[in-house]
């Protein structure tokens, strides 16, 4: 694979109580263990977080190139990205995603497919294909 962009991040700290920062500096931010998980909680993100942001993120993005690809003219939408974390069974942690987008305007089977197409084209969603389960949703 010829690599276009490498992003770079540190953790520090102490884990999911720690603290992660890019190399750039952009990011810098506090983490805490969420309470449903045993820990503070509060006002600082998690790793969790942060992976549903980039998800969403990317997943938005992958959107707008199957629309683009499709000749599909698109109005405000939106991808909300859920991402789950428990344990799998083995003694360790798993991940589970739900993603939902929201395409207004859109015929619902248009959506369907636009869905569809930004899940083969979205890194995340190839880098996670067979190792967690992702959900999609589309709503018109």
Do not use: W
Not at 104 to 128: F, K, M, W
């Amino acid at each position: 694979m010829q690599v276009l962009y490498t992003a770079e991040a540190i953790a520090v700290g102490d884990g999911r109580n720690g603290e992660v920062r890019s190399s750039d500096g952009v990011i810098d931010e506090q983490l805490a263990t969420p309470k449903e998980l045993g820990g503070p909680g509060g006002d600082k993100t998690n790793p969790e977080q942060l992976f549903a942001a980039g998800y969403a993120a990317c997943f938005h993005s992958a959107l707008k190139v199957a629309a683009r690809k499709s000749g599909v003219a698109l109005g405000d939408t939106t991808v909300t990205a859920k991402v789950g974390l428990g344990p799998n069974g083995d003694g360790g942690f798993q991940l589970a995603v739900d993603l939902h987008t929201h395409i207004p305007g859109a015929e619902q089977s248009v959506a369907d497919d636009l869905v569809a197409a930004a899940h083969r084209i979205c890194p995340y969603s190839n880098a996670t294909r067979g190792n967690i389960e992702v959900a999609l949703t589309a709503t018109v």
